[in-house]
């Protein structure tokens, strides 16, 4: 597979990470520019593992931090934009990001008020207390792995990137950030899908406030719509965020979205047997074998599946002290 990414002046570096949920090492792709020097489409992450796999793919190559000339994030998590600040600061290049996702690689994510704001809407949502201060100290170390960005600039849907050897589309692709992009180069038939279609695991929706009390993104209901819409691209070779290159996307997003039609029938089942109940009542219903650390990715596809039969008109919420709970209709 990797031969087809050779012909497009892509290199491929894998990057380790330290959570096994990302499905893998995170790629850093390098791409040759018209006018000498390298693009990135994502970054990696900013642990001393991750700067030695970059580096070390950088001096394979015969290049150094130097020749990057732009930096595409295709969302904001810190496997992915993790390492941009300090390949910005080595290069003077340029970062780009979608205006959704600025947020979240400025630091704008990470005050206090923001962490609040989503301690507020997990209590909602049925999470013990307990829960939301691991949840919290998580995220606090998380975030080490990651200096935020002063300077970004926006990443437009619809804009065409061009490289040495070809173009391709930005193609905004919500679902997993409210701001993921995605690269589509047509003429190749391959797609840079980044965490939008991996081969091994399936993308997190993860609950996203973007500032507002509750979430305006419906992360699952956005990524199906995005996945039915990929679909129809004549994909040949997709170049994914996480591990090796993969055909075949078809069959895979055939096989995702049947995965989660049985989790919504289960969590109907649960429902029908049990009558009103919180996210968080039927989390550990749907994973019993989670660890505490993992709350805000059980709680996530949780929340994103109710969301997806709410909208469907299968299942209806409602708010009595302060906590939300879904029943059917």
């Known amino acids: 597979m990797t031969a087809g990414l050779d012909r497009l002046g892509v290199r491929r570096i894998p990057v380790p990470v330290p959570f096994p949920e990302a499905g893998g090492p995170a790629n850093v792709y390098l791409i040759e520019e018209e006018d000498g020097g390298v693009a990135l489409f994502d970054a990696g992450?900013?642990?001393?593992?991750?700067?030695?796999?970059?580096?070390?793919?950088?001096?394979?190559?015969?290049?150094?931090?130097?020749?990057?000339?732009?930096?595409?994030?295709?969302?904001?998590?810190?496997?992915?934009?993790?390492?941009?600040?300090?390949?910005?600061?080595?290069?003077?290049?340029?970062?780009?990001?979608?205006?959704?996702?600025?947020?979240?690689?400025?630091g704008r994510d990470r005050t206090k008020g923001r962490l609040d704001l989503y301690a507020a809407w997990l209590t909602r949502l049925g999470a013990p207390l307990h829960l939301l201060d691991h949840v919290r100290?998580?995220?606090q170390d998380t975030h080490r792995m990651a200096r935020p960005l002063e300077q970004v600039e926006p990443l437009e849907a619809g804009t065409l990137l061009r490289f040495k050897r070809f173009s391709a589309e930005v193609l905004h692709l919500p679902g997993h950030t409210p701001g993921l992009v995605c690269l589509w180069a047509a003429q190749e038939r391959v797609l840079f899908s980044d965490d939008h279609l991996l081969e091994r695991v399936s993308p997190n929706p993860l609950l996203d406030l973007e500032s507002h009390p509750e979430p305006v993104h419906k992360a699952l209901v956005e990524y199906v719509r995005s996945a039915k819409r990929v679909r129809e691209l004549p994909v040949e070779l997709v170049a994914p965020g996480h591990a090796e290159p993969f055909s075949g996307h078809v069959e895979l997003i055939d096989r995702l979205l049947g995965f989660y039609d049985l989790r919504q029938q289960k969590l109907l089942a649960l429902l029908e047997a049990q009558g009103p109940r919180t996210p968080a009542e039927l989390t550990p219903q749907i994973f019993p074998r989670a660890r505490e650390h993992q709350l805000y990715l059980t709680l996530s596809e949780v929340m994103g599946n109710l969301e997806v039969l709410e909208q469907e008109g299968r299942v209806v919420r409602s708010e009595h002290q302060g906590l939300l709970r879904f029943q059917l209709p």
Do not use: M, N
């Open 137 to 139: 100290l998580h995220w």
């Open 45 to 106: 992450i900013g642990t001393k593992e991750g700067r030695d796999a970059i580096h070390a793919g950088f001096a394979a190559a015969g290049l150094s931090l130097g020749d990057i000339r732009r930096i595409f994030i295709s969302h904001g998590h810190l496997d992915h934009y993790g390492y941009a600040r300090a390949a910005q600061e080595a290069s003077g290049a340029p970062v780009f990001v979608h205006l959704r996702d600025h947020d979240k690689v400025t």
